[in-house]
């Protein structure tokens, strides 16, 4: 095991699998070939062919795509094959910043393998040992990723939310951080990437911020999602991320580029350039 | 969020079952307010067309790109290279990296003889797939373009944590330089020659192009890497830059010591931005060297227009051919 192997696990090379689909020519996201079989079933919304997936072209509004294509969740839901229903709407657009097609409840996502967006925060404080950074515990009844450790503050993110916004409202949940504290993080950056995650494609972009945290303060989960939080040294995080999965999929490419951008790591450290070229999905 | 202003297109169908019925769709406006994008940077230079290009192979290594009106050339030397209809190679009983060495330096300097590596170095890089993969041969510095080979360098961000902000000493390079005259550079930077480390090739540029003595060089922290691919005046040029951080004490002045730079300016980072923003006044790498630097110290985020597509510009992947 190495720490490269935690961004490869975020990869996937081979779309063989998948079939791309679009709204107005714009492609706007990859099913997998079983799903986009099943969508035969509903010709007055989508239309399927052996390459591609389009959705018909009388559906020539945000509303009415949103409604239909909403409608066809449902009923992938009843099937089975969208699991869960969060009741947390996604805005989905061919890029960031674009205006929005549609909007999609946030767990029928990796099923239409649209892109999703999220925001993560690097809490840590320097020492005179260092930099320690902020590493929580997810708790054991969090839907994905049970018990696996975590940003001090991450959190998808919701349509018509911008991105520091959204990282206000989930340090105070997730964190109890002050909107004062959390508006002094820093965007740093993003990830991107395309991996298969419970046999759908997920293609998710995550903005990254550090904050600098007073060496007195200590985070309180007040939601219930994180099960207790831990200073950890950068040395201590390296030696987990390359000997175990312990950190959530996602979070540990975040904390390799913060262990790069912070210069803990070096161009000594095996797969350095690939560490530092990061996850760069289009 | 920002208002809709289309809600009057909506048509008075039923919306059935829609999540969060008060959301609408926001519309991306350029306001004449909003700044001249970043990208301009990342779009001096045309994609490369690779079309345009011979691959240049190693054994069955991919390894760089010859320009096809360059590789007539190459077929004066039939003991060291093999053309064919998409690619040259080097030729097979060239076994050994020392072998392809001595090969290649012999042909560059017949070349050079003839007037067609201009620049001679006297340094050389390493030929391979990447920086941790093995070296398949030694390479005049001077032909790296030539070839479309991946050379290495190093860039240093001198900066300065001011009261009132980020602070970031920038070069002007001499008028006497061969390559980019009189524009804008980084504290210290240069290409990667065989024979010495990362570090140690920071502590010496740092001391050549700005005086920075050893001790405060050492500090300098590697923070990120940059690729770029462009059709420059010298070639194809195909390169990895490791860049590095140095704060400096608010006291030092940078003094050049090897006559490559004409000046040294300490800038407000965000009068930095403003050049960014308008000119094409800096080196291509190093304004995506400083782009970088903007990104990763917060000076723009999210709500810069193109933010994700500046993040992904800086590292693409170098587009050798799998093995």
Same mark, same amino acid.
């Given at each position: ?52 997936? +389009? ?17 066809? %969740? ?12 969060? +009741?947390?709407?996604?805005?989905? %657009?061919?890029? #960031? ?19 999703? #967006? ?5 809490? #840590? ?35 018509? !939310? ?15 951080? +002050? ?13 991107? #990437? ?36 831990? !200073?950890? +040294? ?41 560490? %530092? ?6 | ?26 519309? &991306?406006?350029?306001? =004449? ?18 079309? &345009? ?21 190459? /077929? ?13 190679? $080097? ?22 003889? &003839? ?18 993969? =093995? ?20 860039? @240093?961000?001198?900066?300065? &944590? ?5 602070? @970031? ?17 980084? *504290? ?5 020659? *065989? ?44 390169? $990895? ?24 300016? *300490? ?51 170098? /587009?050798?051919?799998?093995?």
């Amino acid at each position: 095991m190495s720490l490269v192997d935690r961004l490869r696990h975020c990869s996937l090379t081979d779309l063989s699998g998948f079939r791309p689909w679009a709204v107005e020519g714009r492609e706007i996201g990859w099913l997998r070939l079983d799903v986009a079989e099943t969508l035969r079933r509903f010709p007055s919304v989508f239309l399927v062919t052996d390459e591609t997936v +389009s959705v018909q072209p009388h559906l020539d509004t945000f509303d009415y795509r949103s409604a239909a294509i909403g409608e066809v %969740a449902r009923a992938l839901l009843e099937m089975g094959i969208v699991h869960g229903w969060r +009741s947390e709407a996604f805005a989905v %657009a061919a890029q #960031y910043g674009d205006e929005p097609l549609f909007r999609l409840e946030r767990a029928a996502v990796p099923v239409f393998g649209v892109k999703a #967006y999220g925001v993560h925060v690097n809490g #840590y404080v320097r020492t005179p040992a260092g930099i320690k950074l902020w590493v929580g515990r997810r708790a054991d009844n969090r839907p994905i990723e049970p018990g696996k450790l975590d940003n001090i503050v991450a959190g998808g993110l919701p349509y018509g !939310l911008d991105p520091l916004r959204n990282l206000i409202k989930e340090a105070e949940e997730e964190a109890a951080i +002050s909107e004062d504290v959390a508006r002094q993080a820093r965007p740093v950056g993003a990830i991107s #990437y395309r991996m298969l995650h419970e046999g759908f494609m997920r293609r998710d972009t995550l903005f990254v911020y550090d904050l600098e945290l007073p060496v007195d303060f200590h985070p309180a989960n007040t939601d219930g999602e994180i099960a207790d939080f831990r !200073l950890m +040294s950068l040395d201590e995080v390296t030696a987990i991320l390359e000997s175990s999965e312990a950190f959530k999929f996602n979070v540990a490419p975040v904390v390799i580029d913060f262990l790069i951008r912070h210069g803990h790591l070096t161009a000594e450290t095996p797969d350095y350039v690939e560490l %530092a070229m990061g996850l760069r999905a289009p | 969020m920002r208002s809709t202003d289309n809600n009057n297109d909506v048509k008075s169908r039923v919306v059935k079952r829609a999540a969060s019925p008060e959301i609408r769709p926001s519309r &991306r406006r350029s306001s =004449p307010q909003s700044p001249p994008s970043l990208l301009r940077q990342l779009q001096r230079y045309a994609p490369v067309d690779y079309r &345009r290009y011979l691959r240049f192979l190693i054994g069955d290594q991919h390894v760089g790109w010859v320009r096809r009106d360059f590789a007539p050339h190459l /077929a004066d030397f039939p003991t060291t290279f093999v053309l064919n209809a998409d690619d040259v190679s $080097l030729h097979p009983a060239l076994v050994s990296v020392d072998a392809r060495s001595e090969a290649m330096a012999a042909v560059l300097t017949e070349l050079h003889g &003839r007037g067609l590596v201009p620049g001679w170095r006297g340094e050389l890089y390493p030929v391979g797939r990447g920086f941790d993969q =093995p070296c398949l041969m030694r390479m005049e510095r001077a032909a790296t373009p030539l070839f479309g080979v991946l050379s290495y360098g190093v860039n @240093v961000n001198g900066l300065v &944590r001011r009261d009132d902000g980020l602070q @970031v000493w920038i070069g002007r390079r001499s008028p006497h330089k061969q390559v980019d005259p009189n524009m804008l550079d980084l *504290l210290a930077g240069g290409g990667q020659p *065989l024979g010495i480390s990362l570090a140690d090739n920071v502590v010496k540029e740092c001391w050549e192009e700005a005086g920075v003595p050893a001790e405060i060089a050492r500090q300098a922290q590697p923070v990120s890497i940059i690729t770029l691919q462009i059709e420059a005046a010298e070639g194809l040029r195909v390169g $990895l830059q490791f860049n590095y951080d140095l704060f400096l004490p608010r006291d030092f002045q940078p003094r050049n010591t090897d006559g490559e730079v004409a000046e040294f300016m *300490l800038l407000p980072v965000t009068a930095m931005m403003a050049q960014l923003r308008t000119t094409d006044d800096f080196m291509y790498d190093i304004a995506l060297a400083k782009i970088d630097l903007l990104i990763r110290h917060g000076l723009i985020g999210p709500s810069e227009p193109d933010y994700l597509a500046l993040v992904a510009g800086l590292r693409h992947p170098i /587009a050798f051919d799998p093995t």
